[in-house]
């Protein structure tokens, strides 16, 4: 009897499916596949029953899967633990990210680990829409949900705060009144975030504002959208700086209110609630971290 069928079956129930259990454990379908059919043919009896759309345990199915799932999970999760202990960073580290951070920060992480690491794999996810925690047994989400709302399974290892502001377009700036203070920014059409209901601010004496973002013009997860829009004229985005260095370097941006602080985007780094980090998990976290401090160095005054 074969341990690694039994948790082969696990992973298909687990996961839903032949195809996504392969794509996340990084091992051809056939394999799986096989590794079932297998502890099939030696227990004597049909445990799922495959159609095109979908899959369903058995009646001897369910009752194995209900008995075995739990030890094996377990296990699992001693290996994780045992393998963090060591010095080596192997195997694929799974990453999600919202686009507005994982394209302008993780890219270059992700390349100099992979580089210092020969025997480390990167699959990163890059979302437009709000990552679901962990559906796809990532190592590493990155949110800007508040870590309170994360189930009691997650854990916030770091919590990284990146500035924002208000772009657009010269022409559209230069064909409005100068703006003071954030309530003057109903005199433009705003370019809002998927979920965007507030923009608060504080001002150079240290007064707070906050002007409810109402009708706006565009309203899109995708940053990406966004930075498009500001630059052809639409309307005021709220984006990150360092999404918009280049337009901004090309003249095709400016800021908007620039005496006036944006509210910072705030990315929790989210893991699964284990024991130990893995090695590859902590490495690429110190390598972001140390990434993040040079870029405060870089904007500090001399």
């Given at each position: 009897?074969?341990?690694?069928?039994f948790?082969?079956f696990?992973?298909v129930?687990?996961?839903?499916g032949f195809t996504?259990?392969?794509r996340?454990?990084d091992?051809?379908?056939?394999?799986l596949?096989a590794s079932v059919?297998?502890?099939?043919?030696?227990?004597?009896t049909?445990?799922l029953e495959r159609t095109?759309r979908?899959?369903?345990?058995?009646?001897?199915?369910?009752s194995?899967y209900?008995?075995?799932?739990k030890p094996?999970?377990?296990?699992?999760?001693?290996?994780?633990?045992a393998?963090a202990?060591?010095?080596?960073?192997?195997?694929?580290?799974?990453?999600?990210?919202p686009?507005?951070?994982?394209?302008?920060?993780?890219?270059s992480v992700?390349?100099r680990?992979?580089?210092?690491?020969?025997q480390?794999?990167?699959?990163?996810d890059?979302e437009?829409?709000?990552?679901a925690?962990?559906e796809?047994?990532y190592?590493?989400?990155?949110?800007?949900i508040?870590?309170?709302?994360?189930?009691s399974?997650?854990v916030t290892?770091?919590?990284y705060s990146?500035?924002?502001?208000?772009?657009?377009a010269?022409?559209?700036?230069?064909?409005?009144p100068p703006?003071t203070?954030?309530?003057?920014l109903?005199?433009?059409?705003?370019l809002?975030?998927?979920?965007d209901?507030?923009w608060?601010?504080?001002g150079?004496?240290g007064?707070?504002?906050?002007?409810?973002?109402?009708n706006?013009?565009?309203?899109?997860?995708n940053a990406?959208v966004?930075?498009?829009?500001?630059?052809?004229g639409i309307?005021?985005?709220?984006?990150?700086?360092?999404?918009?260095a280049?337009?901004?370097?090309?003249?095709?941006?400016?800021r908007?209110?620039?005496?006036?602080?944006c509210a910072p985007?705030?990315?929790?780094?989210?893991?699964?609630?284990?024991?130990?980090?893995?090695?590859?998990?902590?490495?690429?976290l110190?390598?972001?971290?140390?990434?993040?401090?040079?870029?405060?160095?870089?904007?500090?005054p001399?």
């Open positions: 009897m074969n341990w690694d069928d948790d082969a696990c992973q129930v687990d996961h839903g996504a259990a392969a996340a454990l091992r051809p379908k056939s394999s596949s059919a297998r502890l099939e043919e030696q227990l004597g049909r445990l095109t979908q899959l369903r345990l058995t009646d001897a199915g369910e194995l209900r008995d075995v799932s094996l999970s377990q296990l699992r999760e001693l290996a994780v633990d393998m202990k060591g010095a080596q960073v192997q195997g694929t580290l799974r990453i999600a990210a686009y507005e951070f994982g394209a302008h920060h993780l890219a992700a390349c680990i992979m580089a210092a690491h020969p480390l794999k990167v699959q990163m890059v437009h829409a709000r990552v925690l962990f796809r047994h190592d590493i989400v990155f949110s800007a508040e870590h309170s709302f994360a189930p399974t997650v290892r770091r919590v990146l500035e924002r502001g208000l772009f657009a010269p022409a559209l700036v230069a064909n409005c703006l203070v954030p309530d003057e109903h005199l433009l059409p705003l809002a975030g998927g979920d209901t507030v608060d601010f504080t150079p004496d007064a707070v504002a906050t002007v409810e973002v109402r706006p013009r565009l309203r899109s997860g990406g966004r930075l498009e829009a500001a630059i052809a309307g005021v985005a709220r984006i990150t700086a360092t999404f918009c280049q337009g901004m370097a090309q003249g095709r941006l400016v908007v209110l620039p005496q006036w602080q985007l705030r990315i929790y780094a989210l893991l699964p609630g284990r024991r130990l980090v893995p090695a590859k998990v902590r490495v690429f110190d390598a972001l971290e140390d990434e993040a401090a040079q870029q405060r160095d870089a904007a500090s001399v």
